[in-house]
């Protein structure tokens, strides 16, 4: 498989976000050439995987790769595969300490999501694996291509699209799981890849 790798300086098409209460976009979390260097490592570096999953009985490829990162003892059950820790890769883990810095969480572990261009997405779903304790924050980290973040109210129906941008962070803070619902919709005509770094803290 084939990628290009990324050279943006800087991209950022929200203009001005308003966030419904539970969500912090920090549009220039990263240096924009700190991440490119982190993109283009983490995409020849990582182990990269594509699990299946089952929906009503059939077998799936899911459409993006993973991986899965965190402290050695941690685990992430996916698919009914069991995914061992083995310790961070330096660059996550620094990414990891200032994204902890500046959302005062802890965090213990990464789901690393590639999406190799715009027919890659990821569907509606919360995250809310019990390992994840009852009311989690969750962390995005994204990297490369700008893809449209989509979250939607459980009750209410309402749709929000955030543009995650090269070198950004989101925040979901606790609370947000319960009452909503968010999503990576494909994008056909992106041809270019993105990479987003998950924080979370799992409790095994
Ligand atoms: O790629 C993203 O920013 C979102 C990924 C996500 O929702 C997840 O890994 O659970
Ligand atoms: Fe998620």
């Given at each position: 498989?084939?990628?290009d790798l990324f050279?943006?300086?800087?991209q950022?098409s929200?203009k001005s976000?308003?966030?419904?209460?539970?969500?912090v976009y920090?549009?220039n979390?990263m240096?924009?050439l700190y991440?490119?260097?982190?993109?283009?490592?983490l995409?020849s570096?990582l182990?990269?995987q594509?699990?299946?999953?089952?929906?009503?009985g059939?077998?799936?490829?899911?459409?993006r790769l993973q991986s899965?990162?965190?402290?050695?003892?941690?685990?992430?059950q996916y698919?009914?595969?069991?995914?061992?820790s083995t310790g961070?890769e330096?660059?996550v883990?620094?990414?990891?300490?200032?994204?902890?810095k500046?959302?005062?969480?802890?965090?213990?572990?990464?789901?690393i999501?590639?999406?190799r261009d715009g027919?890659?997405?990821?569907?509606?779903?919360?995250?809310?694996e019990?390992e994840?304790g009852?009311?989690?924050a969750?962390?995005t980290?994204s990297?490369?291509?700008?893809r449209?973040f989509?979250?939607?109210?459980?009750?209410?129906?309402e749709t929000f699209n955030?543009?995650l941008?090269h070198?950004?962070?989101l925040?979901?803070?606790?609370g947000?799981?319960?009452?909503y619902?968010?999503?990576i919709?494909?994008?056909k005509?992106?041809e270019?890849?993105?990479?987003s770094?998950?924080?979370?803290?799992i409790?095994?």
């Amino acid at each position: 498989m084939q990628f290009d790798l990324f050279e943006i300086d800087s991209q950022n098409s929200n203009k001005s976000i308003k966030l419904p209460r539970g969500f912090v976009y920090v549009p220039n979390f990263m240096d924009p050439l700190y991440a490119n260097d982190a993109f283009n490592y983490l995409l020849s570096n990582l182990s990269w995987q594509q699990p299946t999953v089952e929906v009503y009985g059939k077998k799936h490829l899911v459409p993006r790769l993973q991986s899965w990162m965190g402290e050695v003892g941690t685990h992430y059950q996916y698919s009914g595969k069991l995914f061992e820790s083995t310790g961070w890769e330096q660059v996550v883990f620094d990414i990891k300490t200032r994204a902890e810095k500046l959302t005062k969480k802890q965090f213990n572990s990464a789901l690393i999501n590639l999406y190799r261009d715009g027919q890659d997405k990821m569907g509606w779903h919360a995250d809310d694996e019990k390992e994840l304790g009852l009311s989690p924050a969750v962390v995005t980290v994204s990297l490369g291509i700008q893809r449209t973040f989509q979250f939607k109210h459980n009750i209410e129906g309402e749709t929000f699209n955030l543009e995650l941008a090269h070198g950004s962070l989101l925040l979901m803070k606790p609370g947000v799981q319960a009452s909503y619902k968010h999503a990576i919709p494909a994008r056909k005509k992106v041809e270019r890849s993105r990479i987003s770094l998950t924080f979370r803290n799992i409790i095994n």
